[in-house]
């Protein structure tokens, strides 16, 4: 019996995808790569590689998962951020490419000399790995509740390397005791519940990761709230946010005591992130 070659599989699954992804071309060619362990670089040499019966169902198991809504990033276990290859798995949020304002506005605040800072609800530990592997005379405290998380997050600190880092679980701010920090950075839980803006890829994400009370602020109200009492003076505390929530975000900060307070926009011009910086010390 003649079995399909990849150009033969890639042009069904590629259909199958296509109301689904909206690169179901790439995401094909990115999971028949991953179940034959080669690079998209071999797949467009030669489209005549034949796949065994066991990788062949494997790839058809890979697309119909796919093609029911999961997302690509936990099919292949591993996702891209600030240029770093991170592991990640159902148990973590997928980082987003408009969080890496994010990290550039902690690089921007950062001091040249070594200080402390804190990422609040680490997940994969993509915001406290980028900001520790770009200030390697910064200490990175990164906090989460979940410890399957922190898992996941200390797995990748050890792939790539980064020793600055110091993982701790505990919700927010419990984990801190009474140490301060010149940064806290945050991308907490901000979408409401029953927003009807959630994909079905996010369907497949952590809840907690995802929602957070009826208006979607509720995590942001306690870190908010609290944040201050942990900064330095002049220390800046820096969140991501929903782009309708930019007023909730700048009186959240207003009434936790934060003097100068900044909305950034992403690349798409939407308002992603607000920072506040504590200018008095008592």
């Known amino acids: ?3 399909p070659d990849t150009a033969a599989l890639l042009y069904q699954a590629t259909s199958r995808l296509n109301k689904t992804s909206d690169t179901p071309a790439l995401d094909a060619e990115l999971l028949l790569c991953a179940v034959c362990g080669i690079d998209r670089s071999a797949v467009t040499r030669d489209q005549s590689l034949v796949l ?7 790839f058809s198991t890979l697309i119909n998962r796919r093609a029911a809504g999961e997302p690509i990033a936990y099919l292949l276990q591993r996702k891209e951020f600030w240029s770093q290859e991170l592991l990640v798995s159902p148990e973590v949020l997928i980082p987003r490419p408009e969080t890496e304002l994010l990290v550039e506005q902690a690089l921007e605040h950062l001091p ?12 994969s530990g993509a915001i406290a790995l980028a900001i520790a592997s770009e200030r390697p005379n910064v200490q990175v405290t990164a906090t989460d509740i979940s410890q399957s998380a ?8 050890v792939r790539l ?14 984990p801190l005791a009474d140490q301060h920090y010149r940064l806290i950075v945050s991308n907490p839980p901000y979408v409401r519940v029953g927003d009807p803006r959630l994909e079905v890829g996010t369907l497949y ?4 990761a995802l929602l957070s009370g009826y208006d979607g602020l509720d995590a942001l109200r306690v870190i908010c709230a609290a944040a201050r009492r942990y900064l330095d003076h002049q220390g800046v505390l820096i969140l991501e946010h929903a782009c309708d929530q930019k007023i909730a975000v700048h009186e959240l900060l207003s009434q936790g005591g934060f003097e100068t307070i900044v909305c950034n926009t ?3 011009g939407k308002p992603r992130v607000t920072w506040g910086r504590r200018e008095k010390w008592e």
């Open 161 to 174: 390397g980064v020793q600055n880092v110091t993982f701790r679980q505990g919700d927010w701010f419990t």
């Open 112 to 123: 040249d000399q070594p200080c402390n800072v804190a990422d609040l609800g680490t997940g």
């Open 266 to 268: 992403d690349l798409a």
């Open 1 to 3: 019996m003649n079995l």
């Open 52 to 58: 065994t019966n066991r990788q062949r169902d494997f």
């Open 205 to 208: 994400e952590p809840v907690d």
């Open 150 to 157: 922190l898992e996941v997050a200390m797995k990748n600190a």
